[in-house]
């Protein structure tokens, strides 16, 4: 099951089956963490040094927006931390 799943099935349990399910307790405030922060990394973020490290043979340098991973060649996720990458103004 992913952490996605996990949290949701997790969150939507808790919430049904409390007397008061407006009050969340610890265990679905750290679940709500997990939501957010995988919420975040799939949200596509600009490569950093893109612009500034583009290189005269041809071959691309940039580093992860979040994790700071160097790279020379395009990828759509980072493999370091999974941060979802956005080339659309990079072309």
């Avoid at 049904?16 to 709500?32: F, I, M, Q, Y």
């Avoid at 994790?67 to 659309?88: I, P, T």
Wanted: hydrophobic share 30%; proline share 5%.
């Amino acid at each position: 099951m992913s952490k996605y799943t996990e949290a949701i099935s997790s969150i939507y349990f808790t919430m049904h089956n409390r007397v008061k399910p407006k009050t969340l307790g610890h265990c679905e405030d750290k679940n709500l963490e997990v939501l957010e922060e995988l919420a975040e990394r799939a949200t596509p973020k600009k490569p950093k040094n893109w612009k500034a490290e583009r290189r005269p043979n041809g071959r691309v340098e940039f580093n992860c927006p979040i994790c700071n991973r160097l790279y020379n060649e395009r990828v759509n996720f980072c493999a370091s931390c999974g941060q979802a990458l956005d080339w659309s103004t990079n072309d």
